[in-house]
Every structure is written in C-alpha cells, then in structure tokens.
C-alpha cells in the first residue's frame, strides 16, 4: 500500500489555498502533483452544490440538490468522479491530492480514485478531510506518514510538505 498524508481543517478556513501552496512547493521541487480541491457553490442558505476543481484546470461538478438526494440533500455526478479518476490514472503523479467527504467515507465519490493511488507501487496520496470525517475513512488505512491540522503556523506547514516531498524521493531510484 501506498503512503498518504492528511490534511484535516474545516470549510471556509482557505485548505484549497494551502492546497494549492503546497502543490506548487511540490512542483517547484521537481514532483507532479495532480488532484483536485473541492468547491461550494454558495446558495442564500448554504452551499447549493460542489464542483471539483482539478489542478490540471478542468472544473467538473461533483454534487447538486436533488429531489432524489444520495447524500446530505444532493445527488452526485458520477461521471465527473469517473473522469478524475481517468485523468489520474493517465497522468500517474508522485503525489495525488483528493478530498473526502461523508460520500468517500462509503467508498464513493472520490474513494476509487484514492484507492488507486495506495494500491500503487509508487505515489504518495494526500487526503484533504473535515476533521469529523477522519475517523470515518482513516480508521481503514494505515497510519499517514504526516498530518496537518489547518490552521497552522507557516513552520507546521513547510514541515508537512517536506516530509511528503522525502517520502516521495525515497521512492525513486
């Protein structure tokens, strides 16, 4: 099984920024990167859907309100999960960041394409959780290599980052 590392924070406090901070030490240090952040659509009441937002710049929908709902009051677009997926598994990154939700706690949404990554020989897979899903999909993987809690200090985060980026060289020749 392939390493990972957690990112854990809740909505609104900007973890697709760090996200996208982190990707781009990675890339400047020679590592792909590919994935995607996940995006509400904001509604008067609360957010009215999700897209994914993937690093390689495509926007999919993920998520909307249905009179049908699968989860949460929304039903989900299976084909945008299966084109991420697709997209991965084609461009093969060191490190491959995805979020989690309740939908990937059931192993759906985002989960196969995770799956993919830690079943892998090589590749290191980076999870981006609300800290009450954790439990809900870590309790199946193994210990993560490193955990971020954001907010953090810019020492916390650089520290984290390195860590992935050693792991991800030890894995090369």
């Known amino acids: 099984m392939a390493d990972w590392a957690l990112i854990s924070g809740e909505r609104r406090q900007g973890r697709d920024d760090i996200v996208h901070k982190l990707a781009a030490a990675w890339t400047r240090a020679g590592l792909s990167v590919q994935g995607c952040t996940q995006v509400a659509l904001p509604g008067p009441d609360g957010p009215v859907g ?79 959780l609300r800290p009450h899903i954790v439990g809900r999909i870590a309790v199946r993987l193994p210990d993560p290599i490193a955990y971020l809690e954001h907010p953090a200090s810019e020492a916390h985060y650089q520290h984290f980052a390195q860590v992935v980026q050693d792991a991800v060289a030890a894995q090369k020749p």
Do not use: M, N
């Open 50 to 128: 999700y897209d994914a937002e993937c690093l390689w710049g495509q926007r999919l929908p993920v998520a909307r309100p249905s009179a049908q709902p699968t989860l949460c009051g929304f039903s989900f677009v299976q084909e945008s999960f299966d084109s991420i997926r697709g997209q991965l598994a084609e461009r093969r990154p060191d490190i491959t960041v995805l979020p989690g939700a309740k939908i990937e706690s059931a192993q759906q949404g985002h989960w196969p394409a995770a799956q993919d990554v830690l079943d892998a020989p090589t590749g290191l897979l980076v999870l981006v």
